[in-house]
């Protein structure tokens, strides 16, 4: 399609010019191949320092400390949409300081390595961690106090109990993020959903982001309360662990176009305030990788297209959950299939291995470019300068990618 | 004539004062008078026109204005002042035996439900089966009670075989159906519009004139129209006057100021009373079951709770529809309806009117696909009694009209009459292609006029059509509607050889632009 020869296998001895790689593969053979100048790769080599979340928040974490030192404490301010998380089990001492300096708060785990929802729960109290799994009578000693060698038997007795048989066998230490969870999410006929964004990197030095228009927002199958903390389908919004809730009707589609949430949005508080919503998840999108951009490994031959997950609370403020390096492409609907065929169009159109594109385009098809080494405005060309600034960003906008792709590549022609 | 014109007005007036008096509204004004008395520009020598200065100033005379435009909007105007009042439910009197024995087939067929599955009417609840209710009045969804045994009372296709079989007894037609006859489904000589007239109607909609849905897309600048429009539409709301609100609306309400201008439209202001009126209803609800609870579960899961959109919603829709069938206010309606609310009598007092209840409580049987009326609304309005209300007030304004038979011209015989009227005169090739394969074009858009389209567009399509059904006060425009969607895709109809195959090309909707097509069929076609 389009004039693409598919290659049966991407040994090293056949030449390929485009590799829709999984991140397996990225790791075993990218540092070994030689990559021609016009080859094009899905992933940035070190893309974990985005996407695996212990990574991310260290990086946010440092990224907001030298805010604050460049630019004061409330520029910092507006890197405050990760909800407190620290890692474990090294960080546990921060983390227990944390926990009861707010007691009765709700906290959630997660496993960093692990996508789909698998692994995760919450918990209130540390006795919580305790009941979740029959604790089984192996104990090791660490030689610290009591409470902290109470905390890491019943971690490793939860590792024991987490794992599968298979998993048991390596013997590394899975490491997990507490994170504060939020309890005050914005709810739409009293579910809980989350946002799925698609923010395409064609290279970070410089840094060079595009924000796909279309997107999703996820709902949960029941109603949202928190007296339910062991119901695991109601507090994770992932369409795969929706997929097996009891009362899961997968005609039904438990998700809403962007659009669709926007205009909702706008009949119920107004048009003003929801600018602000989505500027702060503009915010959002560039901080997150402006956190990361002098740690990737910047290849010219590497793209990426990231899933940002982000949960809008009652406040209307955007927390930014998480961000996937290989988000899902199965599609759940008819609607979802277009949507991501289109997504993947679009990507390609952009990542232009014919060569078609001038490189001063601020919009192709869906993707709207937010951020080319600075922010970049809706109205005049890339590189002059215009007294008004609207940002570049149509998240839940009409999307007429089709009829815009044609007058491109016809100016192109010309 | 004169004389006429002249009773006919004091006629309405008498008819409005005589409902507003008695009114929240009313005992509000005297209170404001009353209390007008004190204010030193208040004398005693000018004390009536000082009065209704205050009240002018303080906008309570743009408040009794608002309650009369609605009264005058609501009913309609009286005919002659000797006319019986079943004229004014439906002066054609075939008319009201045709929908006297549609409501005792309807009838019936829930007696002998409840007969089959020796389910009461009604029943009062366990105190313990309340009390478990009012916990989960927040999430009624979650319920799975067992409906597998009851089916809705009827399906919109049962009413049409029923219109396609209403005959006046006075007209004579002897004639085959030809050209020169109407060679539609509906065979009654209702007077309806056609195209130059509707231009006239609906002159708003025009080629020169702005209109959300199309002047305010990606591609043109919101200087030209969408700028002031919203500007103006902040400034109708300002005014609070309904009047000029439902003027401006049929150019389209901004997405922000759709909620605030469809309550004022409706005059409905959510008060104390109000709220209160509505906790009286779900306490009903909490204390009595209806068998029409059931019919009302079972269609929120085949039909909203199945939408790919309205399924959020799921809730609401139950804490409405409930409450809606308890609502006796809602009998108030039958005055200018067709329809007469069914009876039921205490069990062992059959025939006894004193024994008399209607069933159930607001007269209003739900059919197969009723709880899409409500759905859209959720989208504006989140407080459940407000949501309520305007939902109420929709169906007694409007809905109700879409599955009764009446001669009215926004009821569903004359909107269904009028849309083949359409189709055969500006698409005769499309309209006897369809018949000849056994397709007739009502068999396909009749399920979307019942429904106002909802279910069948997407949403944000759907209310600017609403908007103008609000804005003209008519639901002719579901019939233009739908001859649009035809002459939309004529192309592809005329190639279809069945009626399976007709309905495919018509499946889905809900990529449809809704005012562009009514533009181009209204005032881009040649006639």
Known sequence: ?414 | AMVDAESGLSLTIARVVQRLRGSSLHSQLERQARVSLHKPEIKLESLKEDIKDFLKTSGWEKKLQNAVYSELNVFPSPCHPAAPPEHMKEPLAYMRKAQGSWEKRILKSLNSMCTELSIPLAQKRSVSEQKELLNKWNEMGTDEPDLSLFRPVYAPKDFLEVLMNLRNPNYENGEQPSFRNHLGLIQVPLKVKDIPELKEDFSELGLNIGQLGIDDSAQVPPEFFENEHVRVGQKVLAEQDSAAAQQYVRQGCPTALRADLWALILNISNQPEDILYYEQLKSNVIQHNLLVDSLIYKDVKLTASNDDYYFVFEDYLYQVLLCFSRDTSVLEHFAYSSATPPKSYIRGKLGMEEYAVFYPPNGVIPFHGFSMYVAPLCFLYHEPSKLYQMFREMYVRFFFRLHSISSHPSGIVSLCLLFETLLQTHLPQLFYHLREIGAQPLRISFKWMVRAFSGYLATDQLLLLWDRILGYNSLEILAVLAAAVFAFRAVNLMEVTSLAAAEAVLADLSTLKVMPLLQIFLFATVT
């Not at chain 1, 593969?25 to 990559?35: G, I, K, P």
């Not at chain 1, 212990?54 to 400390?65: A, G, W």
């Not at chain 1, 089709?402 to 491109?408: A, G, R, V």
């Open chain 1, 1 to 414: 399609r389009g004039g693409w020869w598919p290659v049966r296998s991407a040994r090293s001895e056949e030449r390929w010019d485009f590799h829709w790689c999984d991140v397996g593969w990225l790791h075993e053979h990218f540092d070994h191949a030689y990559l021609d100048e016009h080859v094009r790769v899905c992933h940035f080599r070190n893309h974990y320092e985005l996407t695996r979340k212990n990574y991310l928040v260290k990086n946010l974490k440092r990224f907001r400390k030298q805010l604050e030192r460049e630019a004061g404490k409330l520029e910092a301010t507006k890197c405050d949409f990760f909800p407190k998380t620290f890692e474990m089990p090294l960080e546990y001492h921060l983390f227990v300081e944390e926990f009861r300096k707010n007691p009765g708060t709700t906290w959630i785990m997660k496993p960093v390595g692990r996508s789909q929802g698998k692994g995760i729960f919450l918990f209130r109290k540390l006795k919580d961690i305790i009941e979740w799994r029959k604790v089984r009578t192996t104990l090791y000693f660490w030689g610290m106090s009591n409470w902290n060698l109470l905390f890491c038997c019943v971690w490793l007795l939860l590792q024991d109990g987490l794992r599968t048989d298979d998993q048991k066998d390596e013997t590394q230490v899975e490491v997990y993020v507490a994170q504060r969870y939020i309890e005050n999410p914005y709810l739409i006929g009293g579910r809980k959903f989350d946002l799925r964004v698609y923010v395409l990197v064609t290279s970070y030095i410089p840094l060079k982001a595009w924000l796909y228009r279309d997107g999703f927002a996820r709902f949960s199958n029941t109603r949202f309360t928190l007296n339910s903390i062991d119901d695991h389908y109601v507090h994770l919004t992932n369409v795969a662990v929706q997929r097996t809730a009891p009362d899961y009707d997968p005609e039904k589609g438990c998700k809403w176009m962007i659009q669709r949430l926007r205009q909702y949005l706008t009949a119920k508080h107004g048009a003003e305030v929801v600018e602000v919503l989505f500027a702060d998840m503009d915010n959002i999108f560039i901080k997150s990788l402006q956190s990361v951009q002098k740690v990737i490994i910047s290849d010219k031959h590497c793209f990426e297209l990231y899933g940002y997950d982000i949960l809008i609370d009652q406040d209307l403020k955007p927390w930014l959950i998480e961000v996937n390096a290989s988000p899902s492409l199965a599609a759940s609907s008819q609607e979802d299939y277009e949507l991501k065929c289109h997504l993947l169009k679009d990507t390609l159109h952009i990542v232009d291995m014919e060569g078609r594109l001038t490189g001063k385009e601020k919009r192709v098809g869906g993707f709207d470019l937010i951020w080319s080494d600075g922010p970049v405005s809706r109205e005049g060309n890339l590189d002059t300068l215009s007294e008004s600034f609207v940002a570049n960003s149509h998240l839940g906008c009409y999307n007429d990618r089709k009829k815009q792709l044609k007058q491109l590549f016809r100016s192109l022609r010309a």
